[in-house]
């Protein structure tokens, strides 16, 4: 340790630390514009200057570190002329507009004029800037004029997003900051994350949502979640007369102040006009305005009706990944204890089922093992079927971190995803060849030596059988089956195999295949073999695709679990739940969701209440799902927008925004935080619990809330993994579980030292290919997945003005070779089959896909991608094959029926 003194002060930090941070820690402050705790230090706005006893300049105190016994003054008279000397050469170049200007309120050099009395600059003369405002992106205007050259943003998109969309152009009296060869942002690398403006500390940078609309000094900020991905990132919505009006980010555990397109410019849809204000109501074919009290009877009386006269088996739910804790927590007690059956499933069932039936078999629990921010020590991060930078951005930057402190990255993925082009290591494998593909790494890792034989002996079992299986895939039989390279197999499972700290993260491109829990094994089959689990930044990062679809799951809103996992078919489980809630509950497991639509099209299933879910969507064989729907004698959905979906109820229930209502989600690394409302509810719109439980009360099963603290406190007495989460407990970084009770801390790594189930198991797994492959009449492999600008079924994103102008249609890719062979151009409308339907859409040429196959993302109703997918099921975990079919592509004719085959 160091001791110095600072303005009189003693003060003791360690050895390198500079003045400026030995400053804060004795929380004295210093005026600063280029410094910024996230980024590193450049010394270049002069304002930190302070006096250090023994020296005539003036240094710069974040530039400075503390030495033994120093004597320091950051308020001197010499300091204090120095910094007026300073500020009046930032204003004699800047726009005197601040009775204006948006940031007025907000701005440090404002803040610094005022607290050093500069009124007007010393200095006249001289050319000024005068740039026009560039508005040319649909998010964020720059404007150079304002601009003071700190090189914040272009620290963060270097250091902390990684993308080098902005450098600084031109030199002396004509420098600035320009981005893509100073032709816009729109023509450069940028992805419109927004963290620019996190740390702009002048109006340089300042979004279009919600100008004109507040400054500063005139909203409410109320800290809350993001309600896009899983990543669970913590946000402010800035609040003025009722109304959102505008967003920043929040210092979160999962995102440390930072934020994507769609959490930074993607939630206006709050406030779109399509929001459901009002129940309607089915009548004489149309749905038309209801009251509350004449929507709710019906509901009631159908489900009723239907279950008195079919049983309850007849009626079926959906609850929803995007609702809260407490809603998903009283659908699936709706469903087992006012209708009587476990037909409740969420959107888990067409993600990340395989995970959990995987995961609970190898590990005993099925869930990610360790926190997002231990990615950035891993020695190794292994990234296989996840467009990570794309789906879940935010992590993306962690991993972009890891890589900067010297971790190296594998991607394995059929397309050269942005991640692949920046990896050490890019293995691009046949779409469904993840299982041969895993075999091979580990038959090296075994071959070499490389694995861990102490932790597979004391912690895990079945190795044998498991060992015996891989010696069938050596890198020579496994490149036939994966068209990987021996040599690149070998060199990943050296990276993989040699590292210390490895990690693997995997999404919807390891679970949506037939062999989807076979994929999940042998993700965990491989971590087990290396002994990366249970330590710190190792483990396995199975990534939600929703905000709460991992709390969707703990909650029970699935056929064959309770809250906290808990299997309906256990007696002594049963009884548990059966006192607490006052009513018998059925023991046989519940369909899912797409044996849902099966048993609708069969007649079985007369009734479903969906909620907050568009399987008109985000099904597979959309058609089908169709057919499914206008079957039911009575169809119930509840959401914020008319979807797909919504537009074939009988009845729809406007429900509020997660900006409109307070609970729980708990994000993908387990963690459960809190949201909180901002606003009233717009129009007649309910919270989903609300209107749950009016309709149970109808039913003659009063559930009686005043809050939702008090359900999740519920929750805490029935689910033992959230026995210790109470909303009072949660604060800002919330708690992980498991966690047992209102003293326990919350775990940040699972199995440690123990895995959940006792001893890991080893299931050995044969390849296997996937239900549907290419043939002469359906030659192309069809893959789908999200981007980086939209989310799941769109009815958020495509309604977000920023984020429906960055990509406002669907589209294919397709390989330039595979287009020049058939004479396809650029933009050109095509036609996609498959043996369950056909799409138009345009085709967009990269080299991102293989000549063999070609990718949809699947927000778009009008080209909608499920309408081509395959609705065969994994067997273990019952998962739709979503990522793989086989499909023909055919040239638009315009409208006339005939088509022009070329292929």
Known sequence: MVKLYINKTRVAVPEGTSVFNAARQAEIAIPHLCYHPMLSVSGACRLCVVEIEGRDDLPASCTTSVAEDMVVWTESERVIRARKVVLSLYLANHPNDCLTCEKTGDCRLQDYAYLYGVQKPYYQGGARKDYPI????????????????????????????????????????????????????EDSACIFCGNCITVCPVGALMPKWGQGKGRAFDVRRVETLCPYCGVGCRLFLHVNHGQVVGMSPAAGPANHNLLCVKGRFGLDFIHHPDRLKRPLVRRDGRLQEASWEEALDLVAAKFTAIKDRYGPDAIAGISSAKATNEENYLMQ????????????????????ASTLTGLARAFGSGSMTNTIAELEDADVIFVIGSNTSEAHPVIGFWVKKAEKKGAKLIVADPREIDMAVDADLHLRHLPGTDAALLNGMMYVILEEGLWDREFVEQRTKNFAAFRERVKRYDPERVSRITGVQPELIR?????????????????????????????VYQIANLAMLTGNVGRRSTGVYPLRGQNNVQGACDMGALPGYL?????????????????????PLPEREGLSVVEMVKAALAGSVKAMYIVGENPMLSNPNVNECRLALERLEFLVVQDIFLTETARLADVVLPAASFAEKDGTFTNTERRGQLLRKAIPPVGEARPDWEIICDISRRMGYPMEYGSTEEIMAEIAEVTPIYGGIYHDRLGDAGLQWPCYDRDHPGTTFLHHERFAGGLGEFVPVEDRAPEE?????????????????????????????????????????????????LG?????????????????????????????????????????????????????????????????IEKSAHGDPRRSPVS
């Open 134 to 185: 560039e508005d040319t992106n649909p998010c964020f205007e720059r404007d150079h004029n304002k601009c003071i050259l700190c090189g914040r943003c272009v620290l963060m998109c270097d250091e902390v997003v990684g993308v080098h969309a902005y450098d600084f152009g031109y030199r002396s009296a004509d420098a600035k900051i320009v981005a893509g060869m100073d032709m816009g942002l």
């Open 333 to 352: 007690k709706f469903m087992r204890a006012v209708i009587g059956t476990n037909n409740v499933d969420n959107s888990a069932r067409l993600c990340h």
């Open 491 to 519: 060199k990943a499972a050296g990276l993989y195999g040699g590292a210390d700290r490895a990690t693997i993260l995997y999404a919807m491109g390891i679970t949506q295949h037939t062999t989807g829990t076979l994929n």
């Open 563 to 583: 809250p906290g996992y808990q299997r309906p078919d256990n007696a002594e489980v049963r009884e548990k739940f059966e006192r607490a809630w006052g009513r």
């Open 773 to 821: 492959l290419p043939d002469e009449e359906y030659p192309f492999v069809l893959m789908t997945g999200r981007i980086l600008y939209h989310f799941h079924t769109g009815s958020m994103s495509r309604r977000s003005q920023a984020l429906d102008a960055l990509r406002p249609d669907g589209y294919v890719e397709i390989n330039p070779e595979a287009a020049a062979r």
């Open 824 to 888: 396809i151009e650029e933009g050109e409308e095509l036609v996609i089959s498959s043996r369950r339907g056909r799409i138009t859409i345009k085709a967009l040429l990269t080299k991102q896909v293989h000549p063999r196959a070609v990718f949809i993302p699947f927000h778009f109703a009008e080209a909608a991608a499920n309408v081509l997918t395959n609705d065969a099921l994994d067997p273990e975990a019952d998962i739709p094959e979503l990522k793989v079919c086989a499909v023909r």
